[in-house]
């Protein structure tokens, strides 16, 4: 059974900083990060192939980025910048041959 675990989420102040790291346990073609906010739809925040190509919702560009460690099977995300409606509990994705993994996700709470 293909697992992610994700760590780094917590609570952090308006304007805060904190990085998110998930670990899988399998090399992954593309791995990423979405978020689900309470009462919305789950939704991309930013993703890395294992070739180095990275997107970025528009809500996120210019404070987060993504990176990956391709020997350790491990994605980052580095939040910085955040606001309050950052708050989400937010998901490790990976993908082996088109199928879609998921980690059981971290919870980011973002005050004001």
């Known amino acids: 059974q293909v697992q992610l675990v994700e760590s780094g989420g917590g609570l952090v102040q308006a304007g805060g900083s904190l990085r998110l790291s998930c670990a899988a346990d399998?090399?992954?073609?593309?791995m990423g990060w979405y978020r689900q906010a309470p009462g919305k739809q789950r939704e991309l925040v930013a993703t890395?192939?294992?070739?180095?190509?990275?997107k970025y919702s528009d809500s996120v560009k210019g404070r987060f980025t993504i990176s990956r460690d391709n020997a350790k099977n491990t994605v980052y995300l580095q939040m910085n910048s955040l606001k309050p409606e950052d708050t989400a509990v937010y998901y490790c994705?990976?993908?082996?041959?088109?199928?879609?993994?998921w980690g059981k996700g971290t919870l980011v709470t973002v005050s004001s």
């Open positions: 994705n990976g993908v082996i041959i088109g199928i879609n993994y």
């Open positions: 890395a192939t294992s070739g180095g190509s990275t």
């Open positions: 399998r090399f992954m073609s593309s």
